[in-house]
């Protein structure tokens, strides 16, 4: 029995050592390629049945991807498309960034200090639950028609999911570490950016990426009622022309832009907490 026993060991541990070396080449890339390979299969699938499907109806109403890709062409062609998209793409920014600072900035003291969060959560939680895009007239009275309106409104839309992620995050900060940094004498700054900082740096990045559809949405918004330069000035010059397949040049490009923005940001966030992605 004993044996049996050593002949049988070798195997079992170099069984064992297999499994750890196959833990560290992590997932096998069948598995990846077969998530891509259902994605574009997907892709395909989608844009044949909207190019079957939109050539049945009406341009007027509906257009289909290779009418869109047409115009999409022109526009590029006589510049109009990259105009509107180096207009809008400097608001979009700047607005987000200023937007992010704001609301890291502020979600930190409303998240740390009690007395804050006491002074101001009622102010947030009104601003936020307030249709802000239904201020947008009031806003073009105080700015006018130019880009300082169009970046108050990409401001104001992106701060709040940036602000309240943000305290959300200082909040969930566990007492014990709070109360480990105070037993060694850490200072207020100390416990920001070695304790708060850090813990709350996942919740940080979940609002900025909510943030970045808010801010493409008021930088429209913003568009639509000022209707001089951008990408939703387009939207509004080709629907008012009954041009669909120019409309959706735009469209998508807000689309494409929206998921790169976001992929960005998640990017960043996979590079400044790697455990994060470690963990997912």
Do not use: C
Not at 264 to 276: G, H, L, S, T
């Amino acid at each position: 029995m004993s044996q049996a026993t050593e002949l049988h060991a070798p195997s079992v541990a170099a069984s064992v050592e297999n499994l750890e070396s196959i833990e560290d080449i992590g997932p096998l890339p069948q598995g990846r390629n077969r998530r891509w390979m259902i994605r574009t299969a997907a892709i395909v699938i989608v844009l044949g049945g909207w190019e079957l499907l939109g050539r049945q109806v009406s341009p007027l109403f509906m257009s289909y991807p290779s009418a869109i890709a047409r115009a999409a062409v022109g526009l590029i062609a006589d510049g109009e498309l990259l105009t509107a998209l180096v207009s809008s793409l400097q608001t979009l920014l700047v607005g987000f960034v200023l937007a992010s600072v704001i609301g890291i900035l502020v979600g930190l003291f409303i998240g740390r200090y009690r007395s804050v969060d006491a002074a101001t959560d009622w102010l947030v939680n009104a601003l936020y639950a307030t249709p802000l895009i239904a201020i947008i007239p009031l806003v073009i009275l105080w700015f006018g028609l130019g880009n300082a309106a169009k970046l108050f409104i990409v401001t104001i839309l992106a701060v709040f999911p940036v602000l309240i992620n943000t305290a959300a995050g200082v909040r969930n900060v566990p007492e014990a570490l709070i109360d480990v940094s105070a037993a060694f004498a850490a200072n207020e700054r100390q416990v920001f950016t070695k304790i708060i900082l850090p813990a709350a740096l996942p919740f940080m990045m979940t609002g900025l990426r909510l943030g970045i559809g808010r801010a493409i949405i008021g930088m429209v918004a913003a568009e639509f009622f000022t209707a001089i330069t951008g990408l939703g000035a387009l939207i509004v010059k080709y629907g008012n022309q009954y041009d669909t397949a120019s409309m959706f040049v735009p469209i998508l490009v807000l689309m494409l832009l929206g998921v790169g923005l976001t992929a960005a940001v998640r990017r960043i966030e996979d590079a400044i907490a790697p455990w994060r992605s470690h963990d997912e």
